[in-house]
């Protein structure tokens, strides 16, 4: 069982800067965890992975060299940096986890492959 909580959603403008903080509980670290976002009229996108237990990180082509994934040495918050945002970025983002997985694994970006998700928080990018 995972639960997340997701915070940090704001208002900026193009060109600013935000990170997204996601509060994780687990009792198996055996997770996965995905930042998630869905504009209006638009399909949910995964935009970052991370695997708790190998560290690993993958990245949407949208985002690869702005958003940038981490975790806190507890491993127990999740942040996604988000740089030189556009209005694009705006969107509700969700924080995602699918569990158990294996250490080699490369998450995916697929929304059907994770089962626990947050409440979301809003970002709105103005030009």
């Known amino acids: 069982q995972v639960q997340l909580v997701e915070s940090g959603g704001d208002s900026v403008q193009a060109g600013g800067s935000l990170r997204l903080s996601c509060a994780a509980s687990?009792?198996?670290?055996?997770?996965?965890i995905a930042w998630f976002r869905q504009g209006p009229g638009k399909e949910r996108e995964g935009v970052a992975t991370?695997?708790?237990?190998?560290?690993?990180?993958t990245y949407a082509d949208s985002v690869k060299g702005r958003f940038t994934i981490s975790r806190d040495n507890a491993k127990t918050t999740f942040y996604l940096q988000m740089n030189n945002l556009m209005p694009e970025d705006a969107a509700m983002y969700y924080c995602?986890?699918?569990?158990?997985?294996?250490?080699?694994?490369?998450?995916?970006?697929?929304?059907?492959?994770?089962?626990?998700w947050g409440q979301g928080t809003q970002v709105t990018v103005s030009s």
């Open positions: 995602a986890a699918r569990a158990p997985v294996y250490s080699w694994w490369t998450c995916g970006h697929l929304d059907h492959q994770y089962t626990y």
């Open positions: 991370m695997n708790i237990i190998s560290g690993t990180t």
């Open positions: 687990y009792t198996d670290s055996r997770v996965c």
